[in-house]
């Protein structure tokens, strides 16, 4: 506990130096010189990592493509969902983003600037198939053949996600998109689609990301599209998210089949599914919480993985979830289980969890079948659990301006060394990790990302430390290149290592985009 609060006191000084270093320079210097002034490694370099281990920096379509309802594509439930008023800070849309669509050749030309070797992309499935199966938008195709092969002629890895909390619009309003079981075969006839058309050129696979997200935000607190739940319009947090949830790892299964049946022994490419992981600390040490923080992880993690390893739902969530808990049949565990060649584990932050178990007033849902109550804010936006925020009058780490994102280096190390133990060391990418500044800090402020540099340092300080101590990760992708449309928040939150003037649509790399450039070009 000591080392941990001394980890806390240096990162907010960090902080409090970022935001004193930012007010110096904001007159003088040229912003495109700003943000290159050297800052510590740390000691990290590509020597500090195996051999061959992949560094990159990861996106999805919507948040950065633009042209959302152009050159053929077809909404997805974002584009719906963006249109009720008050669903996103300042009612804003991603019809432009930082439309990628047009300058991808200069992104990928910065990503290679700075040094990395790969790029985590998604595909947007409405922007193949407008309506979500039958015909094909070839200019959609144009686009992904467009970006896939700038990549590869400059020489950054494509890494294809085919599922970001995008689904085509038309499948929603057709049968209820991931409600309904259709979407198994919706989805792998997408996916073979892509791996026929790219998988020549594309060797690295991803199926969805972070379909906790989807279920959770989606169908238990409604906070994401389609923005369904108990207390909305319409909704069931008892019962949808773990229909939904079901849907999605059948889905990912079918189109892993798939892949590895008709196209894997021929273009020899992998496959894999990205979840995100919060780490869960047990607020006290009593049993109680141990077993709630146990529970938390079983409830996020463990909803996709167990299954994903070992053919069926983590024990708590069979006990406490019972009925509504969908089965797998006898075919569709052979499909699900082992159905990875790989899995990427998207890490930002860690809680304090403790015991909270149900009483008469509880209202079945996904969340308040944890049986626990985190102690950090992630509950006003996420789950309405309540509890403290801190252990002892101590907030488990420093917060960025996401009100979910507590700066916990350690957990990352937690988290990745979880994975190792539980589930047999699988091969991993830790596939997003990052922290935002608030939307409206100017050019100048915003490339001495001062704190960001001293997150990046030490979470991949202890990213190396259990790669040292046995855990097999062969790649790290930081979330993300540029500033982007950040969901609820549209544009008033800043993940970049580049900063973009949302009005002139201007990339400035920020300190820790050079930060990067010296740790992965770097001699030491
Ligand atoms: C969002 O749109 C609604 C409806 O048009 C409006 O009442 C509200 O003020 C808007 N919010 C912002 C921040 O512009
Ligand atoms: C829990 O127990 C460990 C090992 O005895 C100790 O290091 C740690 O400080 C305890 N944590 C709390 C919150 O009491
Ligand atoms: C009952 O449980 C809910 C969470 O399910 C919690 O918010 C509430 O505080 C609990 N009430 C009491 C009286 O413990
Ligand atoms: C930035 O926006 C926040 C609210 O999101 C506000 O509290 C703060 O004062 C703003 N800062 C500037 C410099 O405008």
């Not at 281990?53 to 077809?74: C, H, I, N, P």
């Amino acid at each position: 506990m000591g080392h941990r609060l001394a980890a806390a006191t240096v990162l907010l000084l960090a902080l409090v130096a970022g935001a004193a270093a930012a007010g110096e320079q904001a007159v003088g210097a040229g912003v495109e010189e700003a943000g290159k002034s050297a800052a510590w490694t740390g000691g990290l370099s590509r020597r500090s990592f195996p051999a061959g281990f992949v560094f990159g920096t990861a996106a999805s379509a919507y948040q950065v493509e633009g042209m959302a309802l152009k050159d053929g594509r077809g909404p997805s439930i974002w584009d719906a969902f963006v249109k009720i008023p008050g669903e996103i800070a300042n009612n804003a849309t991603a019809d432009v983003t930082v439309d990628e669509y047009h300058r991808y050749k200069e992104d990928v030309d910065i990503m290679k600037r700075m040094g990395f070797d790969a790029y985590r992309f998604s595909i947007s499935w409405s922007r193949i198939f407008p309506t979500g199966t039958g015909k094909v938008n070839w200019k959609g195709v144009a686009y992904y053949n467009r970006l896939i092969n700038y990549m590869l002629k400059i020489g950054i890895t494509p890494y294809a996600n085919l599922y970001h909390y995008d689904l085509p619009e038309a499948l929603e309003v057709q049968y209820g998109g991931l409600l309904n079981r259709k979407i198994v075969e919706a989805f792998a006839d997408y996916a073979e689609f892509c791996f026929k058309t790219f998988g020549d050129r594309v060797k690295n696979w991803m199926t969805f990301n972070e379909p906790r997200v989807v279920a959770a935000l989606g169908y238990d607190d409604g906070a994401f599209a389609p923005g369904r739940c108990t207390k909305c319009k319409a909704g069931n947090s008892a019962t949808e998210p773990y229909i939904v949830a079901h849907h999605l790892i059948l889905s990912h299964a079918a189109a892993a089949q798939i892949y590895r049946h008709k196209y894997q022994h021929v273009q020899k490419g992998r496959i894999g599914i990205l979840l995100d992981f919060v780490w869960y600390e047990g607020l006290t040490n009593s049993t109680a919480d141990q077993d709630a923080a146990q529970r938390s992880r079983d409830f996020h993690v463990g909803w996709f993985l167990h299954p994903i390893i070992y053919g069926e739902y983590p024990k708590s969530l069979q006990v406490i979830v019972k009925e509504r808990l969908p089965r797998f049949t006898a075919d569709e565990i052979q499909m699900v289980k082992g159905s990875i060649d790989y899995v990427g584990i998207n890490q930002y932050t860690a809680y304090y969890v403790r015991d909270q178990q149900p009483n008469a007033t509880t209202i079945p849902s996904y969340s308040s079948d944890w049986h626990a109550a985190f102690a950090s804010s992630f509950l006003t936006f996420f789950a309405p659990l309540g509890a403290a925020d801190e252990r002892n009058g101590v907030p488990i780490g420093p917060r960025a301006n996401s009100d979910w994102l507590y700066i916990v280096p350690w957990g990352l190390y937690k988290a990745v060394t979880y994975v190792k133990e539980k589930y047999g060391n699988p091969t991993m990418l830790l596939s997003e990790n990052g922290m935002d500044d608030p939307g409206n800090v100017t050019v100048a402020q915003g490339v001495h990302d001062t704190a960001r540099v001293a997150y990046y340092r030490s979470y991949i300080t202890k990213l190396k430390e259990a790669i040292d101590d046995g855990a097999n990760c062969v790649g790290y992708f930081a979330w993300s290149m540029l500033d982007n449309f950040e969901w609820k928040l549209g544009y008033t939150s800043r993940f970049g290592l580049v900063y973009v003037d949302f009005a002139t649509l201007r990339r400035y790399p920020k300190a820790s985009a050079y930060w990067f450039r010296d740790v992965v070009t770097g001699k030491n």
